[in-house]
């Protein structure tokens, strides 16, 4: 029972660790009498072992059919490379069968494994089925095949196989042939379909770091900006994501998606912008969008798809760190939410969002308290985590309290591709350890079926995702596995010897710890979402913002920031700056000082919105920091008045005032939302109050009256003149009828002038209009004349008072005061 808990990583228990010690003692009796006896002689498979660690290097590059059945031919193909200073003579490439092994602790024990042993790696097949090489100079290579058939393998029973390749040669000063290197591998002998197969679910994650900005266009559609188009190198032919797609095509997987990729991409199949310096440029990569989008479409049909929350939160540090600061879980609900709606609006399938995956399956009760609050009832959790003490591998599903089941993974084959898979030889000994495994585990118990659930690394590298299909090919024959999906497995009757305890937050390992987002990635993420909530309420169409920046926050809680600390505070900083940058759109205009003359008057603010769409549910206050020489409103410190802007236009806002002293009052303009948070920066000027006193009054009103009399002595004057005036004129007309013969030439000529030219008097007969008309339009010639010519009327006029008197070179006076800010001629 114990192989299988010591597999897993878990530490054996107290009583097993005494056993240990207690065998150790035992065995070492014997051990400290050989030492006293002296050393023996090396044996000849020791010698063998030190001749192999002399630097020969064998490299299996391919091995087909990765699960032979009878019948088979088993090819074997890759590299010897002479790493040591001596020349390899008589080099002979063999394939050796070695011992089976029965247990999964057995399997990693034989990988371990160093030096060649000859109980251990067993006899070569020899005859026929070699490779020579005849001469191996130092630092030289050599490529080999070998096809063997597989009833020549001895091959017996049904289970996992040691199988070697080894180079054996000479070195000069050796007499005979030795093992110089030697590869080990397993091969899966199942020639017939197992009585209770395994069912096997494998996760299949498509699943990318952020890349959509919370920027968007002005336009109606808000064209999306993306940070760069790395997303795009992964799309193309033979990028990591187009390679995920293509080989889960053909592949019994469950699809676990970031709906946050697949909403992207979808942006990238129309018009997008990407981010150039400060500016952005048109984004080139519809084609290859599209292309992807279409492949993956038609490759989940028919598949269950598994929707993580939008983003894919990390929900240990959300655990760990992000609990700690108000707000940050209230992110994982909605963001469910739009995953499910998003995966169903872009690939017309219903996903499930019942599963939460904590990084690399490690669980304590905070994260699955985390996990569980957006809703989901099952966690994804690893056996490295949940340790098993039992002899055999467990099926996945287990509850572990409040309704809530773990989904166990089996810690080794979802660890098995995560290294360097870019040598085809890592690959191939991947492949065959991951089918021994999977092997091993139906043979633990043989009578009894069981569910086993497979989930690797979230964002594998195009050579990892190319072995995972290789070792899934492997098992496409079906003897030992029958493919299974994740709803399927996590319904699966659990055994109920299997562990149900989340181990505790002490135990959480502390390497994945140091990777979790710190407390104050948590506090960044809270100032964001709170400037958010203070503009979404001022704006007409707040969808418009509302959308990109919750996005936006969610993917600052990737999981995919663990191990990127830089790049992670990189994107917090933008997403918060240019949402900055749209508040202070709708700002208050800087006014210069103001003086005011006078008990009251009017002050008036100017509020701007730069932005493409109204704001409303705004007040403006303004506070006057010295009301006893200025209030505001009547009698108050404080006005207030409502705020509602259209689109690229601005509000003058206007307050009256009124004076009570002299002196400078500070005034302070600030913006309010209606539920009383203050938006954006006060703005700050001075009033000069100047008070008019009644002193001053009775100065200005003793000037005003100064000036009337004035005019009415002005006045007086003229009409004494123009009477003198008209007495001279009647005197001058009595003499000019005595002289008759002057008179008739006046008349005959039509144009009668006196001596010294003036024109004759309107009153003679010979110039009595022919209508009142003309002698009203004659009359007012006649008057500007004299109006210019400074004189009164001439002689012959009407007396003072009668309708055809001169008018008077001046208005009628008035006895009121002038009004405010008029201007008096004088």
């Not at 058939?149 to 196989?161: N, T």
């Not at 000479?170 to 110089?180: A, I, K, M, N, Q």
């Not at 994501?241 to 199949?269: K, Y």
């Not at 007969?765 to 109006?787: C, G, N, Y």
Request: proline share 7%; charged share 20%; with cysteine.
């Amino acid at each position: 029972m114990a192989e299988a808990a010591e597999f897993q990583g878990r530490s054996p228990s107290p009583a097993r660790r005494w056993l240990r010690r207690t065998a150790s003692v035992i065995t070492g009796v014997p051990l400290l009498a050989g030492l006293l006896c002296g050393p023996a002689a090396p044996s000849a498979s020791a010698a063998e072992s030190r001749a192999g660690a002399r630097g020969v290097d064998v490299s299996l590059d391919t091995l087909t059919p990765s699960a032979p059945v009878k019948g088979d031919t088993l090819t074997v193909s890759g590299t010897v490379t002479n790493e040591g200073k001596e020349t390899v003579s008589q080099g002979q490439v063999d394939l050796r069968v070695g011992p089976s092994v029965s247990s999964r602790g057995a399997i990693e024990a034989v990988s371990k494994r160093g030096a060649f042993t000859q109980d251990g790696d067993g006899t070569p097949v020899g005859g026929t089925y070699t490779f020579k090489i005849p001469r191996l100079a130092a630092g030289g290579s050599q490529d080999f095949s070998l096809a063997v058939p597989v009833d020549k393998l001895g091959l017996d029973e049904e289970g996992v196989y040691q199988l070697g390749v080894s180079l054996s040669g000479r070195t000069p000063g050796d007499t005979s042939d030795r093992v110089l290197g030697i590869e080990r591998t397993f091969l899966p002998w199942q020639p017939d379909a197992a009585e209770k197969k395994t069912q096997f679910t494998y996760l299949w994650p498509l699943i990318s770091s952020p890349h959509m900005s919370a920027q968007t266009g002005s336009d109606d559609q808000q064209t999306p900006v993306l940070d760069n188009e790395a997303l795009a190198a992964e799309l193309a032919p033979g990028g990591r994501l187009e390679q995920l797609v293509s080989l889960g095509a053909e592949l019994p997987v469950t699809w676990v998606i970031d709906p946050d990729l697949l909403a992207t991409v979808d942006a990238m199949t129309r018009s997008y912008q990407v981010k150039d310096g400060t500016a952005t440029v048109a984004g080139k990569n519809q084609a290859v969008a599209k292309q992807w989008l279409s492949a993956l479409d038609k490759a989940v049909q028919g598949h269950k798809i598994v929707a993580l929350p939008y983003g894919d939160p990390d929900l240990a540090s959300l655990a760990h760190r992000g609990k700690d600061v108000s707000g940050s879980l209230s992110h994982l609900q909605p963001a469910t939410e739009v995953a499910e709606t998003t995966v169903e609006t872009i690939l017309h399938v219903k996903p499930s969002v019942d599963f939460a995956w904590p990084v690399e399956g490690a669980l304590d009760p905070s994260i699955v308290d985390v996990a569980t609050s957006a809703g989901a009832d099952k966690v994804i959790a690893r056996s490295d985590s949940l340790h098993d003490d039992l002899s055999y591998s467990p099926t996945a599903a287990r509850p572990i309290g409040g309704g809530t089941t773990a989904v166990v993974s089996d810690a080794f084959l979802s660890k098995a591709f995560a290294g360097d898979m870019t040598h085809a030889g890592d690959s191939t000994l991947a492949v065959q350890r991951f089918l021994a495994h999977t092997l091993t585990v139906t043979q633990q118990q043989p009578g009894k079926q069981r569910s086993i659930v497979v989930a690797p690394q979230r964002m594998p590298t195009v050579s990892q995702a190319q072995t995972m299909a290789g070792a899934l090919r492997g098992l496409a024959a079906q003897r030992w596995t029958q493919p299974s999906d994740l709803v399927a497995a996590a319904a699966a009757k659990p055994d109920p010897r299997a562990t149900t305890r989340v181990p505790s937050t002490a135990r959480y390992p502390q390497q994945l710890r140091r990777q979790e987002l710190p407390v104050q990635a948590f506090q960044e993420m809270k100032t964001t979402q709170d400037t958010l909530d203070n503009f979404k309420v001022i704006l007409t169409a707040a969808y418009r913002v509302v959308t990109p920046f919750g996005n936006a926050i969610n993917r600052e809680m990737s999981t995919s920031w663990r191990g990127h600390p830089e790049p992670a505070q990189v994107y917090r900083a933008g997403v918060f700056q240019y949402l900055k940058s749209l508040t202070a759109e709708v700002q208050l205009i800087d006014k210069s000082d103001l003086t005011l003359s006078g008990r009251s008057a009017t002050i008036p603010v100017t509020v701007q919105n730069r932005l493409l769409q109204g704001v409303d549910h705004l007040v403006l206050r303004l506070t006057s920091t010295k009301p006893t020489r200025l209030k505001l409103n009547g009698d108050s410190v404080v006005a207030q008045q409502p705020v509602r802007i259209d689109g690229g236009h601005s509000q003058s806002v206007k307050f009256t005032a009124s004076a009570n002293a002299n002196g400078p009052v500070p005034m302070t303009a600030q913006l309010y939302t209606e539920d009383g948070k203050p938006y954006g920066k006060p703005m700050s000027f001075t009033v000069k109050v100047s008070e008019i006193t009644p002193t001053v009054m009775l100065v200005i009103a003793g000037g005003v009256l100064l000036l009337v009399l004035a005019g009415i002595r002005m006045y007086t004057h003229r009409k004494r003149a123009a009477a003198r005036d008209a007495a001279a004129q009647a005197e001058t007309d009595a003499g000019n009828a005595a002289d008759g013969s002057t008179a008739d030439e006046a008349a005959r000529d039509g144009s009668p002038e006196d001596e010294a030219g003036r024109p004759a008097p309107d009153g003679s007969p010979e110039d009595e209009p022919a209508s009142d008309e003309a002698s009203s339009e004659r009359t007012t010639a006649d008057e500007s004349d004299e109006e210019r010519a400074g004189r009164g009327p001439t002689a012959g006029s009407q007396d003072p008072g009668q309708p055809s008197d001169p008018t008077p070179d001046t208005g009628a006076q008035s006895t009121d005061p002038s009004g405010p800010g008029e201007k008096v001629d004088r």
